[in-house]
Structures are given as structure tokens and as C-alpha cells.
């Protein structure tokens, strides 16, 4: 790399100015639960950071530990989902949890 990309990179990770999209590279997979193309090409993880499937991931950890007031003021300050989302990321976690029971 040129200092010129290696300036940019820097500056483009520091911004954080590339979308989901860009980050999941050009061969990237539609994702099944937000329906962006946003699947990384090489490690198939979603990369958009307010994708269903990882509220209900975060939601589902955080659950053990803490209340679900706490659970819902954590989705919305790290994520900024509204309240009514965050409690029906809080409702499919718990449904998710009692099926694998
Ligand atoms: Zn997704």
C-alpha cells in the first residue's frame, strides 16, 4: 500500500464512514433476517450492526445477567432502536429461548 492508502484507510476506520455493505465486500450474501447485502463474503457474519439477528444475540447474553428494563435501555443506548423495537427484540429472544427448552 501507498501512504496515500494507508492515509485513507486510516481515515475511513477512524470515521467509520464504510457502510455494512462496503465491509462485507463485493460477493457479500443477502442476509435472511435485516434482507441487506451485508453477509461478509469470507466469514458469512452479518455485518450490520442493527441486524435482527444480532439484537437477539446481544439480547439473548444479556438476558442471564441482567432485568429486561436493563436489557431494553442497553439495546437502545448501543444500538438506537426505539423502545417498542427493543421490546419485541426482548419478546423474540425469550420465544427463541423457550423453543430450544
Ligand atoms: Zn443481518
Redesign the pocket.
Known amino acids: 500500500m501507498t501512504d496515500d492508502s494507508v492515509a485513507l484507510y486510516r481515515r475511513l476506520v477512524e470515521t467509520n464512514s464504510c457502510t455494512p455493505e462496503e465491509q462485507a465486500g463485493p460477493d457479500a450474501g443477502v442476509?435472511p433476517?435485516?434482507q441487506?447485502k451485508?453477509l461478509h463474503q469470507i466469514c458469512h457474519e452479518?455485518m450490520?450492526p442493527q441486524?435482527p439477528?444480532?439484537l437477539i444475540a446481544f439480547a439473548a447474553e444479556r438476558l442471564r445477567i441482567s432485568t429486561e428494563t436493563e436489557v431494553s435501555w442497553c439495546l437502545r443506548d448501543r444500538y438506537h432502536v426505539s423502545e417498542a423495537e427493543a421490546a419485541e427484540i426482548i419478546r423474540q429472544t425469550k420465544e427463541t429461548d423457550h423453543d430450544a427448552d
Open positions: 442476509c433476517a435485516c441487506r451485508t452479518c450490520n441486524c439477528d444480532r
